[in-house]
């Protein structure tokens, strides 16, 4: 297996050397491995690697610049809603501002039409109060007189005979008493 | 000669050519280093003509390889070391290609011979030695004496550490060609018993299922095998180059 010995013929099979020590192939190898490596060398540091640094270089580029652009896009959008919540949150202490300023006027309206109402109700209850007492009085006075009326003329027609006023009055006044 | 598990080293000369007393032939060998050549640089140039920002299939395989070895490389050797980037990326690719190639049959396996695979292991060490001297100048040497190493253990330490240099190169070739030898020969070897088993009958044919079953077996080791003696060539010279740019280690 370890023989290096320069004998050719490795076509005889059994006798020949190990082939990967075979001396006599090797300046062939070496050549044509520089030759081959030295070109695929030469072709990957001008041309493929270059390239292909290019291509992930552009592609790196364009994802940042893609990521700046979110980054911008978010940054806007956040503004805009930091700006559109103040404005609710402005519209909303407005309106609350509104309604509670409704509500009140509202409040004061309806006071001070309640409380006309009740002194007008009021001053009629009184009016109609006074009336009630005047009437009142008026009509006992009035009674007075249909009593001494009715006694009169009823004594008229039972004892036929005369009475004065005086004696009815006094005695009307004494059945009330 | 066709169950002989070495026949598939034999180098065969293709054209015949002399000069200066040296056999340059265009040999099987030769063909497949330009077969490896030409299929890795065309693979590469081709599939990234397009430039596509969204790469297609065959174009992220480039990427992939590009980004691999350059992950590779500077995990390694820091940003420094990518200036070796197309050295370290041509060596990977060369050999992980030249090794995928062994895996057809009839095919010639370049890595095969301990000669290529010495040819790259002493470039790469050439490559160390002579850009760590032109990087550090003596400065170099202080690879052999460690940090921290008390004064009476220094000339062990040198001694140990220039012997480890020096085997290097030796490892790195050896580790590579070992590696790719003992596989193709074990494959032959099995799939030489299918062979020759199945040709004693039935009892045999029933008998070839098991060293049947190992071949295709190890098909698949020797796949993840030509990758992995690629990744380890690769890494290692990441490596080495490390210590040439930053030899106080």
């Keep these: 297996m370890t023989s290096t010995n320069t004998e050719v013929g490795h076509e005889a099979g059994a006798k020949a050397p190990f082939p990967p020590f075979q001396t006599e192939t090797f300046a062939s190898q070496l050549l044509w491995l520089a030759l081959t490596f030295g070109l695929f060398y030469y072709l990957m540091s001008k041309i493929a690697l270059p390239r292909i640094a290019s291509i992930l270089e552009v592609r790196s580029d364009r994802i940042a610049q893609d990521l700046d652009e979110a980054n911008r896009l978010k940054d806007e959008s956040d503004a805009a809603m930091a700006a559109y919540e103040q404005e609710l949150a402005e519209a909303k202490s407005r309106a609350h501002n509104i309604a509670q300023e409704a509500r009140d006027k509202a409040k004061t309206e309806l006071d001070g039409t309640r409380a006309s109402v009740e002194t007008d109700l009021a001053n009629k209850i009184a009016e109609a109060e006074t009336r009630i007492g005047a009437i009142k009085t008026k009509a006992m006075l009035e009674v007075d007189g249909i009593a001494e009326d009715t006694v009169s003329s009823i004594v008229g027609e039972l004892f036929g005979g005369k009475v004065t006023k005086a004696e009815i009055a006094k005695a009307v006044s004494g059945v009330k008493g | ?249």
């Design chain 2, 1 to 249: 000669m066709a169950n002989d598990p070495i026949h598939q080293f034999n180098i065969s000369k293709l054209l015949q050519l002399d000069v200066g007393g040296y056999d340059i032939s265009f040999t099987n060998s030769s063909l497949f280093m330009v077969a490896t050549v030409g299929v890795s640089a065309a693979f590469l140039i081709m599939t990234t003509s397009g430039r596509g920002l969204i790469p297609t299939r065959l174009q992220s395989i480039s990427e992939m390889l590009y980004e691999f070895v350059a992950g590779l490389l500077r995990d390694s050797a820091g940003s420094e070391g990518m200036k070796f980037f197309p050295f370290v990326f041509s060596l990977f690719t060369f050999i992980l290609v030249a090794n995928l190639f062994g895996m057809f049959p009839y095919f010639f396996t370049v890595t095969s011979h301990i000669i290529v695979t010495a040819a790259l292991a002493f470039s790469v060490i050439g490559l160390v030695v002579i850009y760590g001297f032109y990087k550090n100048g003596l400065g170099f040497l202080k690879l052999f004496v460690p940090s921290g190493v008390p004064g009476v253990l220094v000339p062990v330490v040198v001694l140990i550490e220039v012997i480890s240099f020096l085997s290097r190169p030796i490892s790195l070739s050896v580790r590579l060609f070992a590696n790719v030898l003992a596989g193709h020969i074990t494959l032959k070897v099995f799939a030489g018993f299918v062979v020759s088993l199945s040709s004693l009958g039935l009892g045999g044919i029933i008998g070839a299922a098991l060293p049947l079953a190992f071949a295709v077996a190890l098909t698949g080791l020797e796949f993840l095998v030509a990758f992995l003696q690629a990744y380890v060539f690769a890494i290692l010279t990441c490596m080495y180059i490390n210590d040439a740019i930053h030899p106080s280690h």
